[in-house]
């Protein structure tokens, strides 16, 4: 069983940049049938899938349409982990963020993260 | 950009069999958008019920399964527990962008 445990700051300042990162235990970022999730939830904009990052070859990454110009998710093969940066962020960005493998079956305990000054 | 649509709440009898879908947009779901379902209580994270189309995950329930009809995903629960009762999201692939739902609230009454 996979074993995520996020960690980043719970405040950010408007127009600054979110970061978060997962550390995984119990399999490799660069697996070759691995993906690497970042969701946010918010009761505004419900659950929204942010993103994830693969390795087949090279790396790889996905971004939702809603955020791509403005998001990068990034892996560290060195200390097994990825992580999320998020540029710009608004009051609109407040919500809890998770990681999760890419069946989804394994999540991070989530962040709440408040975007306010 | 491709919308997920979800009933937005639907009530199922304790022992009864109640049928959740998950439609898109783009025209109809098909394998091809390697469905997902998940299930959320209250103030709890997001938990895979369902992974492409109708493969249950090895914790998930045999009452749970996973279906395409009528150009929607579908997810079946028979045999309602009060304990199902919460709210069940759905997630498709477009392309290699996935999307969710905007969520059923299940009242097991």
């Known amino acids: 069983q996979v074993h995520l445990q996020q960690s980043g700051p719970g405040l950010v300042k408007p127009s600054q940049t979110l970061s978060l990162t997962c550390v995984i235990s119990g399999d490799s970022v660069s697996g070759n049938s691995a993906a690497w999730n970042w969701i946010r939830q918010s009761p505004s904009r419900g659950l929204e899938w942010l993103g994830w990052?693969?390795?087949?070859?090279?790396?790889?990454?996905d971004y939702a349409v809603s955020v791509r110009s403005r998001i990068a998710i990034n892996a560290d093969t060195s200390k097994n982990q990825f992580s999320l940066q998020l540029n710009s962020v608004t009051p609109e960005d407040t919500a809890v963020y998770y990681c999760?493998?890419?069946?989804?079956?394994?999540w991070g305990q989530g962040t709440l993260v408040t975007v306010s000054s | 950009q491709a919308v997920v649509t979800q009933e937005p709440s639907l009530t199922v009898s304790p022992g009864g069999t109640v049928t959740l879908t998950c439609g898109s947009s783009t025209g109809a779901v098909t394998s091809g958008h390697y469905p997902y379902w998940f299930q959320q209580r209250p103030g709890q994270a997001p938990r895979a019920l369902i992974f492409d189309t109708n493969n249950r995950y090895s914790s998930t329930p045999s009452r749970f399964s996973g279906s395409l009809l009528g150009g929607k995903a579908a997810l079946t629960l028979s045999d309602a527990q009060p304990d199902d009762e919460a709210e069940y999201y759905c997630l498709l692939f477009h392309s290699t962008i996935a999307m969710y739902g905007g969520g059923t609230k299940l009242t097991v009454l």
């Open positions: 999760a493998t890419r069946r989804f079956d394994s």
């Open positions: 990052t693969y390795f087949r070859s090279k790396w790889y990454n």
